[in-house]
Structures are given as structure tokens and as C-alpha cells.
């Protein structure tokens, strides 16, 4: 595949269940190797079972970059864009109103199993409706200071699968009982997250080389110039993979009213926050997670070695002969 059809970064990926398609149906906006922004999506079936979604994700320019969509159950779907407002169909009604009446567009909306749901706003406020399911992640909001979280997404699939990201960096998410190579390949995200954490801490740590100090007569000195150090910031991605759901019959979502809101989004500053960016990211970032079970393998202990000290007799040896 040629680097224009390779994926470098994405900036958003949305994967909906698929009803009687031989395919998933899925959107990704990204940056691709060729350093071009792009859209791809079903070629087929993202036009067909969102054909209102499909025509206001290709209506304006730098959407591949700007665009936010998630899928829920039963063709329903939100989707935002900076500067564009947002459409919808399908959502649950108190998800509907709550939007109705909201003066700003979301950052982040997640839809779930039963009608449940998620929304947050630019300011970092957040409301949500599990009915019932979701029960860790339930608690984990309650618990959680206002404005710790930044990110929020709830399985469309599995009533108790879900991955939160805080403010401090941390993550906490349920993938128990998914497929045994998701467990595989977060290992291999969090063993670089690790090795980058472990580097930035000796490059943070480690101390600055000092400057050569001229030496002059009568005891003059020169005093150094004070430089400045300046420390790059890590930015992260986060993604939660998804399983097939069986396929059923297409319910009549299409045939129900859609509705686009035409706000504009509006920029809250806040003050030491920084949401989630959605720039083009080429490595990993440093984050401590926590996982439900054992999901991750034990890391392997690295081995020490000594140095032996050689006979006294031998050192004095060796000095003997230099002076």
C-alpha cells in the first residue's frame, strides 16, 4: 500500500455496528504518510447506512482533521466539527434534550448499550445516564474531582466495557473478556509508555552540564550566563478497540427525524488544562494505567552485575608505576 493510503496519525476513529453488511462500517480522519490529511469510511455501507452523516463529514474543508463521531446502537450517531456544529440521529431522547438546550457543542459524547450515554462540554462539565450498566465507570465519575476527566468512552457492545482518561494522564479501562490479542497489543503500548517514562525521568533528573568558567589573573572571574532549559511536552492518543455484534435485521432509525445543530463551538479557556489534541502524534506518551485483572504480563527483571574490586596488591602495583 502506498504511503497516501497509509495511516501516520489518526485524529479520529469511529467504528459502528454493522446490521446484514458482510463488512464493519468505519470512519477514521487522519494524517497519512504522505503527510496529507484524509478521510476514509466504508466505501460502501457508511454512505449508505448514514447517508445524512456521510454528506455533512464531506460538506466542509479540514474535516478529516476537525471532525468528532461516534456511533451507537441502531444507526444512531453523533458527530462535531470546530466551527460547524454538530448532527445526530437516533440518540437517546434524554441524550436529545439535554443537547437541545445546551448553549455549547460537546467535546466528547459516547454512546453505550440501553440507551446509555456520556457527554462533555468544553468547560469540563459532564453529564451521563448508564441506566443501570456501566456500574464501575459509574463510580468512577462520582468519585472524580470536577474537571479530572478529559475523555470518557463506553462500549456500544458490552454493558461493563469502558476507557477513561484523567487530567494527571492516568488511564482506567474493562476490556475483560475481549479477544486475547487486545491484551497482546496494549502490552506493547504500555511497555513503550514505560521505557518513555523511565528516559524522561532520567532526562528530567539528570543534571545540567556546566559552563567552562574562564580562569583569569588576580582572581578574576567571569560570571556565566543563566539558559534557559526548555522541556518538550508528550501529547497521547487514545483508542478503544471494538468487537463484531451479530447481525439482525436494519430497524426504521432511518425513516425518524434528524436533527443538525448549527451552533458554533465555543473556545472555554481554562485555566492549567489542556484537552486532548487532535495534532498528528508520532510516538507514545507517559501515562500510568491501571488494569482490571491481569491483564498485563509480568515484566522481566532485569539482571544486576557487580564489579569485583581487584587484589589490593595489584592496585598498588599499578600505582607504583604511574608515580
Not at 494522564?169 to 511497555?191: A, D, Q, R, T
Not at 521505557?195 to 545540567?208: C, S
Amino acid at each position: 500500500m502506498s504511503p497516501a493510503w497509509r495511516i501516520a496519525s489518526p485524529y479520529c476513529l469511529a467504528l459502528a455496528p454493522h446490521f446484514n453488511t458482510q463488512e464493519p462500517v468505519w470512519y477514521v480522519g487522519c494524517k497519512t504518510l504522505d503527510g496529507e490529511d484524509k478521510q476514509f469510511f466504508s466505501q460502501t455501507y457508511f454512505d449508505v447506512n448514514y447517508p445524512d452523516l456521510a454528506r455533512w463529514s464531506k460538506s466542509f474543508p479540514n474535516a478529516a482533521r476537525s471532525c468528532f463521531i461516534t456511533f451507537g446502537q441502531n444507526f444512531s450517531y453523533f458527530a462535531c466539527a470546530q466551527g460547524r456544529g454538530s448532527i445526530w440521529a437516533g440518540i437517546p431522547s434524554d441524550l436529545e434534550d439535554k443537547l437541545r438546550k445546551s448553549h455549547d457543542i460537546p467535546i466528547c459524547v459516547s454512546l453505550g448499550v440501553k440507551n446509555a450515554w456520556f457527554v462533555m462540554y468544553p468547560d469540563r462539565r459532564i453529564a451521563w445516564d448508564f441506566h443501570g450498566h456501566y456500574s464501575t465507570l459509574n463510580k468512577i465519575i462520582i468519585d472524580a474531582a470536577p474537571g479530572a476527566i478529559v475523555y470518557v468512552a463506553i462500549s456500544p457492545y458490552h454493558q461493563d466495557h469502558y476507557f477513561v482518561a484523567f487530567q494527571d494522564g492516568s488511564v482506567k479501562y474493562n476490556f475483560l473478556g475481549g479477544p486475547p490479542e487486545w491484551s497482546i497489543l496494549m502490552n506493547e503500548v504500555f511497555s513503550l509508555w514505560r521505557a518513555q517514562r523511565v528516559h524522561q525521568h532520567h532526562a528530567n533528573t539528570a543534571p545540567l552540564p556546566q559552563p567552562q568558567i574562564p580562569q583569569y589573573a588576580y582572581g578574576h572571574m567571569q560570571r556565566p550566563q543563566p539558559q534557559t532549559h526548555l522541556q518538550s511536552q508528550l501529547n497521547g492518543t487514545f483508542s478503544t478497540p471494538s468487537s463484531p455484534m451479530a447481525t439482525h435485521q436494519s430497524p426504521s432509525v432511518h425513516n425518524a427525524s434528524l436533527y443538525q445543530h448549527n451552533q458554533h463551538i465555543q473556545q472555554s479557556t481554562v485555566q492549567n488544562i489542556s484537552l486532548p489534541s487532535k495534532e498528528p502524534h508520532y510516538g507514545v506518551s507517559a501515562m500510568p494505567v491501571e488494569l482490571p485483572g491481569d491483564m498485563l504480563h509480568p515484566l522481566p527483571q532485569l539482571a544486576t552485575a557487580q564489579l569485583v574490586d581487584q587484589p589490593a596488591k595489584k592496585r598498588h602495583s599499578l600505582l607504583s608505576k604511574i608515580f
